[in-house]
């Protein structure tokens, strides 16, 4: 937090390059910080001298007599490094650099931005910016933006000020402000880990909003620290996130199968979530959340009760319900027993409960339903939708009633613990009554949808966080204590051979390393050897030619099945040799080896590859057309535990034939789960290893096995 | 078209049940009459007597002097009879009834409804209604409705009353009326169908809204009606539509609200399509299609140019594109140096052309670009996102150019034939420059998804539009000649021995019958015989018991394979009849079938089934795994013609298997096709087949084999 105190609650600011032309940003700046009260000293410094909206100034900031703890700069890239290096020699803690023109325009711009943070890091300055769109503090009034923000719960880090204007026109229509406000602009210095970090121990702050278009990373300790800062923020309160460039995905080439369907925007997308952050897709969406957050309870549970005077909306929300993962089932008999004994023969009560026109003879039954429903066990929220806020519009007598329902009724929800919104087709208009419902706890939407997809972010905040806090508190899989030695061995070997892709017995022995369970394999040198292997072995067998210059042996006729007796291993090995030495003349081929035949299962597949972002990733797919035509495949940053592993298995589609689809026994997901962890543990603890590729596994009732086994190590 | 045109076009209305209360429907309707300046007679009835709103009112219709072309009945149901007598007698062509009380409640209110039809029917009386809220015409400026509506270029029809009071908001604060509007409550009488056809005529209309809860059937006709009205109006209008009850629990609510029966949603959605509808799913978006198809010129392609100023909201739209099946291509060459000259380095002119700030320099740039763009050969729209609108925020210097340059781009919108749709951050506030705009031609939406989602729409229209010509166009299958005289033989002869289950030789001598090449198929009675079959076919074959009372053959132990040898089939005989009699002691057994052993091939389903709402329905999917895990099929109201048979195997998720997955040569799709059109066909024929089910089906590289075959006749 300390780090980023200057910067948020600064004693006194200097705005360097404040200007009376009034279409520039140091004008437009030091208008916000006056107009906004800031609570501390500013000072204004300009190169031209004189007042500036009568306020002296100086000409630079080691004029300025006093301390400063945050400079806001808006000097052209050009002059900006003695500016930064006075701020140093000044003592300044925090900067933000509004100018435009550095990394983002080019080389030139990059240069300048490389030297500015060298000066910075070595004077201890931290800089927010460039190219950004300024910073707003409740705590110290302080609105060092250009745009008009108000005090409240949000917090909003952001990497367009464009946006930064678009929400705010919608939060003010809310009556919602915020505690922290931010563009961060090229991310230079301060980065997203930064921001979320200092927001997460700030009080004021009951939601956390990021609108994000990528992580700038340096390496993947940068796109870490995000997802480190983001759980713990996201286990104490809210973190909802836009972002941005969901089609960009699949763009980046890879050359290995796993690697090419690790598009990066999956892999942000499981960054996301398992940070415990709630992924929106607009900017009306993310307000939703946020005011849903800032007013409603706690969801905790995802059974909904819908109340609605007209059918109509009451289905389109019963609809809704299903998409955003809520349940809307029949109420419980002794809830319809009492709804019945409220409303007329002809209303549903089965949920939606329809009131069908009963509120123009007595408006009560909306209050006195929404008593019954918030005191039902078996129900654990309530959205009311259709026409509450309009019945004044029918008849003048009925807006005094609606009022004093209203009243009822927001005390009643105070007294509960369970979250409530609220839709109506008067929402635009704001009429009195329902102004009165949303300023005192109730979000009230124009849209069903709206009102049931917030309901659903409420459900699934509260189950993300305790699927979060049981994988934060899952224990880590215990390794054998040896494995770093062996393996280190393995990868010298093969790194002194010149090679990075190990060839499938070393893939096994470094699986083996981790204690993973492979069915037992031996290396034939020459035919006599594959005979005499084949006795050890016994039964049926399965030899593949073993080369480091044959990757795809089944395409090279390298793989050769159920293999029944020495001379057929002896006949086998030598046709194996050939077939590989006619696939490549010279490969090099370093011998066959043997496993037992094992019994086939549901195929699968378990990889790792290494994101630019986030570093090592695992995941986990059905094998075959599932993952072939469907890509049908789930992804987390690396490492993950066994709740998260399961949950892995859980969100692929094919997820039925796992669980014993056309009458066939249930595979073993445990084991299927326990692999995906070691394997995420393994990527995290090599950091040299690229690309992990099991494929396929073969899933069965109990166990499985792993039948191919592939590792790249990076160059 | 005449039929409603008394409903439409009244020469004069009588409001029977006109009131002095200011609470009842009968005064609301009559001020909404006088008060919209309703170009006929109004003549109030009113069993109190006097004058209601300074008009002087009849005791009943009878005592009207002049003809009457309409009556608005605001009647209770147990007085309703006498007075639709009357208004028989009185020569009345149509009539709304918008009272309440009717079949929603039930049965008592059933059987009135039941009584007042059969008046009505017997005297030429087509009814509205009844529980609806009435009916506006902007022809006659007519509003027998309660809500304030005004003229436009929509025509709306309804099932739900307050659905009307929510769209009304909306469309007013976008400036969009009616030509015709009409809520149809319980469609007692007249249905969609017969609304739709009269506004396709409707030459005021320039796009048709629908909210629909679910169709009233009586029998499979009315689904049949819709779905033909519905084509010809999309045929010549844009068509759109809200279907709520898409969830399970949704369908549940939805029946208990208007009683109508909600079919099953695959089969409705694709009616929905089938009738060339485009599918929305909120009122919003219902009103954002509406706009764009009053407002924008049609589309002829997908490839959108994105003009932003602003990064972030480019990136938005361009992710935005691929959920909407738009494309944001890379500009041609041509004009990314059209562009370049006009824009500065550091902008981004590949698509999204990003005007990156700056218009506060020359606002002209918008213009310039926007002219660049619509004279592309290679774009068929336009979508301008981001700040334009709101720039007189920053300096009031600008305002006078943003209006200046709207006017602008709004002459080269006029001009050119490609749809522009726009998002402002702004919007909300509609500032005079976005206002112009949006007035004329050019509809500005708050968000941009929703600009993107109705540019989709406008591009879907064109591609639906021009796929329902294809199919609409598109010949018969030509099918043999005799093939009725041979079913009916077979089902006559199958109903004879007391059952609707065909057994697979009957169900393959119907497909036989329809021209659809099946293996040959040999029935044998005995052992011995069926050695004698064997030898006639040779190699190898499949044989399976035929008995009505076995239809899971495979369970039964009645299927053997491989079979190669007259030995062997007597062997199988036995075996196959005493499986049979083991697994249902008193099984009807016909005998045992032989049939060539066919290769295998991508396993498909071809089937139809009986929907309540539409009658007979055709099904595709991909069998096995595909259809069991995923629920992978596609569905269309029976018959279809080969476009659209090509269309169902597109639109099922594994549609890559069957174009050649995983190396394999590309299947026979038009032979699948082929023979699902076969399928529709009969069914639509053959009215007392219930189900036809073949699985599987093999498709294979040239043709496919039909491996199992099911048919089941309505009881």
Known sequence: MSELKTLFRPRSVALIGASRDTKKYGYWTAKSLFENKYKGDVYLISRSGGEILGHETYPDILAVKGDVDLAIIAIAPKYILPVIEQCVEKGVKSAIVVSTGFGETGAEGKEIERKMLEIARKGGLRIQGPNCMGTYSAAVNMNASIIDLAPGPMSLVLQSGNFGIDLNFNAKARNLGYSCWATIGNQMDLRFHDFVKYIEEDDSTKVLLLYMEGLRVESEEDGRKFIEAARKTALKKP?????????????RAAASHTGSLAGSEKIFDAALRQSGIIRVDSPNELLDVAEAFSKCKPAHGKRIAILTDGGGHG???TDSAESFKLEAPVLSDATQEKLSAILMPHCPIKNPVDLAGTPEADMWVFDRCL???????????????????????LSEEFREKEMDVAKSMVARVRVSDKPVVMHSIYAPQRPECLAYISDRGVPVFDSVKAAMRTMGALVNYDEGRKALLEEVEAPAPTLPADRKEKTSAIFDAVRASGRINLVETEARDVLSAYGLPLAECHLALNANEAAEKYEALGGKVVMKIVSPDILHKTDAGGVMLNIDSAQAARDAFERLVDNGLKYKSDADIFGVMLTPMLPGGVECIIGASYDTTFGPTVMFGLGGIFVEILKDISFRVAPVNMPSCRQMIREIKGHKLLEGARGSAPCDIEALAETVCVISYMVNELREVAEVDLNPVFAWEKGLAVADARIVLHP
Not at 239 to 251: E, N, T
Not at 371 to 393: C, H, Q
């Open 371 to 393: 008593d019954v429903l918030l005191n039902d066990p078996d129900v654990d929220g309530v959205v009311i939708v259709g026409l509450y806020g309009g019945y004044a519009d």
């Open 239 to 251: 973190v909802a996130a836009i972002k941005i460039g969901r089609s960009a995905a699949g763009a």
């Open 315 to 317: 289905v389109m929300a």
